[in-house]
């Protein structure tokens, strides 16, 4: 079988090296791939959302199969491009349809699913411009820190925390682009502060437990559940700075035990595959769940320093319509499986026909990025060194080819991933071979897993 992987990042450099192990798979394109993607497929100069050059691809050279990899041509409606072209209508395509893309592409949609269907997530409410006030009093009935989200997509940076109740309130009026005194037009109207992706603005209660991403690979009525795994967000060792795409990402996962994992089944999966199939969304693909893991004290239990684990409870943060970065980058080390056959089970209806296994070694990924990022950084400087790596899996992230010379083109860069016969050791070997990869301004964390 042809198939045709869309995007280029590390994510897409992940799943192609997976994929191209299956003896299902003939030849592999990946569009527009990335300066490594061509060491295990063919790179094709092609942009993932540009829908009439991908049909007209996809027929000429008789694609059996397109996976999506990146969230923004799924909202866009790829899925349903494809299927309505008689050209390309017979060609499965792993990811949802556009309906079933706004899990990810609307954060009020998505929290009116969870609500609709009894999925534990924060509570919330979605204000306009001309519910501003409104928004103010639901701040009121909050307690500190303040959660505000803007509802559409954001490439990630479409989430704000206020440590105070005003300054929630004036990030809501500037998410809104409504006149405050924050406004970087001096007290003038402005745009909202993501666009139209921010017109409309999620409040949510805030969180706090441990974060986990869990994985789902569903054919819309059966689903099997790929390993789990941690992302580190922050651009500072401590989880401190900014907000990145992710640093690094530990799999397994040491709170996720069998009573967690089958509590996440129970009450947010299932309800998850079960929801999308009574609302008649089309959803063939990735689900991605950002779950966070609360502790649920009884009312009478004084908890000592160490809370037994029974007491936490798995809650929904998000969801995201793909599989996320940097955790494909151990995700796809774990996945003994053949990745393949599974997505020929979601093709044809049978994935519960399916045989999935899990990799009992712990693996790691350490990523390398650009100075200055997640903010300003520059782009072309060469990479060396990669050559050099031994005991490791470089995926490439933000890289391309220039005069035969892998170069910078991003500000995740490379990952280094790893096995280890626990997170320990894959960490020590990730840590070791990163520090042959040198290119001008090189950053890494050094503590990716310190809390675990």
Sequence with gaps: MKILLLGSGGREHALAWKIAQSEKCDKLYIAPGNGGTGQVGENVNMKADDFEAIKQFVADKGIGMVVVGPEDPLVKGIYDE??????????PVIGPSKAGATLEGSKDFAKGFMQRHRIPTARYATFTADTVQEGFAFLETLEPPYVLKADGLCAGKGVLIAPTLEEAKNTLKDMLGIDSPTSSQGG?????????ASARVVIEEFMSGIECSVFVLTDGEHYKILPEAKDYKRIGEGDKGLNTGGMGSVSPVPFATKDWMEKVERRIVRPTIEGLKAEGIDYKGFIFFGLISRYNIPALHTPPIEV??????????????RMGDPETETVMLRLKSDLVDLMEGVAEGNLDERTIEFDERSAVCVMLVSGGYPQAYKKGYPISGIDQVEDSIVFHAGTALKDGEVVTNGGRVIAVSSYGKDKEEALRKSFTEAEKI?????????????DL
């Design 188 to 196: 003038e109207s402005s745009k909202p502060m993501f666009g139209d």
């Design 308 to 321: 037994h684990p029974s007491y936490r409870d798995p809650f929904v943060i998000e969801y995201n319509c």
């Design 438 to 450: 040198q290119f001008t301004d090189r950053y890494f964390r050094r503590d990716i897993g310190f």
């Design 82 to 91: 494809l299927k309505a072209d008689p050209r390309t209508s017979h060609v």
